[in-house]
């Protein structure tokens, strides 16, 4: 394979199952040639599909692609609770679960949906008292993190199936940035008084970004998919196209004045010719940079 050249961008991998998210990192910087890569989004390493890099400059960029919505396809055990409420964990009880039938299931995940207040899975990168809580439960504590609010805009019920004395239900989630689906199935299982956890894991969406973009790391050893910045950036942001005397304000980090960019959040801007230039972020009657590219 020829090394290719450094381009900015991002490339968006379909995580195969028991690697980190940092082992996809550390591939894609032998593919990349180079050290400046990152990732938008910790996957487990039972879990598959959707991980953002950031190659080079982009590597700027994945903070704000981290905060946004992701989705999920997922297998719940019902009948079986687990250290880590995944399959990679102890199991710590068994409840026969076969006369749970699909109305009983749908009834208990209502809760779960919308606007709700969750308590984040123990075995998370969640930092208590400067050490991650997965480390601290890892070493036999009894972690208890406080809960936070997160948005479930679907959870949705793809399939109930008989699973020995179990119940599998085979869900699609669409969730904020920060929901944990593993305490989705710790509170369905919990709720119906058998305990569940998850066997299986793939996202498949982070932001605009899905498994239609991904390829796997074999394939992207034979054919280095990068999607540039200015791909990216109308994607993943609002945009706006800036005049050329604005377009050289920006280059150089200035304040724009009496400009309206028409979207919250922080919006993508290009110059005449369609080159991304920054990020900048509305402020009244202004709009100051949160991010310059160039």
Same mark, same amino acid.
């Given at each position: ?25 550390? #591939? ?56 880590? =409420? ?71 019920? #793809? ?26 199935? #710790? ?57 050329? =005397? ?49």
């Amino acid at each position: 394979m020829t090394q290719p050249e450094v381009t900015p961008g991002l490339v968006v991998v379909d995580k195969p199952s028991g690697w980190t998210s940092h082992d996809v990192v550390g #591939r894609g910087r032998r593919l990349a040639g180079t050290r400046k890569v990152g990732h938008a989004g910790t996957l487990d390493p039972m879990a598959t599909g959707v991980l953002l890099l950031g190659i080079g400059r982009a590597t700027r960029l994945l903070g704000q692609l981290q905060l946004t919505d992701k989705a999920y396809d997922a297998t719940i055990r019902l009948g079986q609770a687990t250290v880590t =409420e995944d399959a990679e964990g102890e199991v710590v009880s068994t409840t026969p679960a076969s006369h749970l039938s699909a109305e009983q299931i749908e009834r208990a995940l209502e809760p779960l949906r919308g606007e709700i207040s969750q308590v984040p899975s123990a075995v998370s990168a969640i930092k208590v008292d400067g050490q991650r809580a997965y480390a601290r439960v890892r070493a036999g504590e009894d972690v208890r993190l406080a809960a936070r609010p997160v948005r479930v805009s679907e959870l949705s019920v #793809r399939a109930v199936r008989p699973a020995g004395g179990l119940v599998d239900v085979d869900v699609h989630v669409e969730c904020s940035t920060g929901t944990y689906v593993r305490a989705l199935a #710790r509170d369905l299982g919990e709720s119906l008084g058998v305990g569940g956890h998850l066997t299986m894991l793939r996202r498949t969406r982070v932001g605009p970004f899905t498994l239609e973009h991904a390829a796997t790391l074999e394939d992207l050893a034979q054919d280095w998919q990068v999607i540039g910045l200015d791909t990216v950036t109308r994607l993943a942001f609002a945009s706006y196209d800036l005049t050329q =005397e604005q377009a050289d304000d920006v280059r150089f980090g200035r304040t724009l004045t009496s400009i309206d960019l028409g979207a919250p959040g922080p919006v993508a801007l290009f110059d005449p010719v369609g080159t991304f230039l920054a990020l900048y972020e509305q402020r009244g009657a202004t709009a100051r940079p949160v991010s310059v590219f160039v």
